[in-house]
């Protein structure tokens, strides 16, 4: 089981160039009772994204391993957090930056990518809640 406080440390470990910014991020949150992963994982989103436009995607692989991982061994917290968090704050990082998001699903694992489609069709109006099932 992966918990909360696992995510940003597993990030990390597989995509060091992150480090800096969570280190910044810890810093500027160091008096909260948590560190609040939502806005690391944003700004995690970003460094991604840049990455990405950078040509910089060596880390990719393992980065994407991890957020699998998130969805199928995360606790309840993990799993919508590797979907809301991540995958969807990826998917409009993207395309705030002109970057059609779908050149992410190539690192996609089945789960995650799965969880990229019911993101696509909560947006697109086609189901309530992204918690419903997509085929798979």
């Not at 189901?127 to 419903?132: A, K, L, P, R, V």
Request: charged share 30%.
């Amino acid at each position: 089981m992966i918990y909360r406080d696992e995510m940003l440390p597993l990030l990390v470990s597989a995509c060091p160039s992150f480090l800096e910014n969570w280190e910044e991020h810890k810093r500027e949150y160091r008096d909260e009772e948590n560190y609040l992963p939502y806005i690391a994982i944003g700004e995690f989103s970003h460094h991604l994204v840049e990455l990405y436009k950078s040509k910089k995607t060596k880390e990719f692989p393992a980065v994407f391993t991890e957020i699998e991982r998130f969805h199928i061994e995360g606790e309840a917290y993990v799993k919508e957090a590797a979907t809301i968090g991540c995958l969807e704050g990826l998917q409009n990082v993207a395309e705030n930056r002109g970057l059609d998001a779908n050149v992410f699903l190539q690192y996609l694992g089945p789960e995650s990518t799965r969880c990229w489609k019911e993101l696509n069709k909560f947006w697109n109006g086609e189901i309530g809640q992204t918690s419903e099932t997509v085929d798979k």
